[in-house]
């Protein structure tokens, strides 16, 4: 058998020695990831939706009402925000443990599943009882500590790839979730950078491909974010349909009422009405898939 499989940058032997949680034990070894009412990795496909920044309750109460509105059941919101720069705009502060609040206050409300992103050990317990999903962003991908003490909770993880990570350094890290007896792991792809190739168009590149690689060799769902893979509103919707038709397990998608008064990023969200029309077309491609979107 030839040691490395081909077009991935992991052989056989990582799969069976360094990854043997995450690698599959035969060709339809899957997990389906249930969430309350969703479920990653069967046929649905969900969609956690919402803001970057949990900004205020107006906001986020107003996404999820508009959610529920479309009958999607999964929504996305930051409290603690790792910004690439220290500096912030007048109209940012940190929600924090408020924001986390005002997330499950919107969830119980509309009757959403909710995911948030952890920086800190002290914030656990508190991410734990607001939400449903602890996400772990893509700069703590390496963050072990985290990630053990995360896993150990037993609640469902997302985990995003660090745009400068390999596949092989990705599982090396989804690894030690399920080392700690968590099988409640979701992977998400949100964007590499990688010099010398698309930087000229874009900050960070969709890895498309990733998705049928990590099918090929693991046996856990994976979702897309093609809000910060494109950072840009107009090309949210083509990759996103494009992470359909590739087998993602879900989309992890900002959206606000009002993008360029957003908090934080605003260049990538998409205002209700392009949401509304992508979310009509992503059922058209789930159909012919035979697959579908919640
Ligand atoms: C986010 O989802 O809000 C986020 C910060 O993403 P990433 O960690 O992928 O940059
Ligand atoms: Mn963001």
Redesign the pocket.
């Known amino acids: 058998m030839q040691n490395k499989a081909p077009g991935k940058d992991i052989s056989f032997d990582d799969l069976k020695e360094k990854i043997p949680l995450c690698a599959k034990k035969s060709i339809n070894h899957k997990t389906i990831v249930k969430v309350k009412n969703i479920s990653f990795g069967g046929k649905e496909i969900p969609f956690l939706s919402g803001p970057?920044t949990v900004e205020s309750p107006e906001l986020i109460n107003g996404i999820g009402k508009m959610l529920k509105s479309l009958k999607l059941k999964g929504m996305?919101g930051?409290a603690f925000?790792?910004l690439t720069f220290p500096y912030r705009s007048k109209k940012y502060f940190e929600p924090g443990m408020q924001g986390l609040q005002w997330l499950k206050k919107a969830k119980d409300k509309n009757d959403l599943v909710v995911t948030t992103?952890i920086m800190e050990l002290k914030y656990l317990e508190a991410v734990c009882k607001a939400t449903d999903i602890i996400?772990i962003?893509?700069?703590n991908m390496q963050n072990f500590p985290l990630l053990t003490e995360c896993a150990k909770t037993k609640m469902p993880i997302m985990l995003?790839r660090h745009y400068g990570s390999s596949l092989r350094d990705w599982l090396g890290a989804a690894e030690y979730i399920l080392a700690e007896g968590n099988k409640n792991l979701i992977l998400c792809e949100?964007g590499v950078s990688v010099p010398h190739t698309h930087r000229s168009t874009s900050r960070f590149l969709l890895d498309l491909q990733v998705i049928p690689a990590v099918k090929e060799i693991t046996h856990l769902p994976i979702i897309s974010?093609p809000s910060?893979a494109t950072f840009w509103a107009p090309w949210v919707e083509p990759m996103t349909l494009a992470s359909i038709a590739a087998g993602c397990d879900g989309i992890?998608m900002e959206v606000h009422p009002d993008p360029k008064n957003a908090a934080v990023d605003p260049l990538q969200p998409l205002n209700y009405s392009q949401f509304r029309k992508l979310i009509n077309k992503s059922k058209k491609i789930a159909k012919c898939i035979n697959r579908k979107i919640v």
Request: net charge positive; no cysteine; charged share 45%.
């Open positions: 970057n996305r930051g925000k790792p992103e996400q962003g893509s700069r995003k949100r974010d910060h992890l």
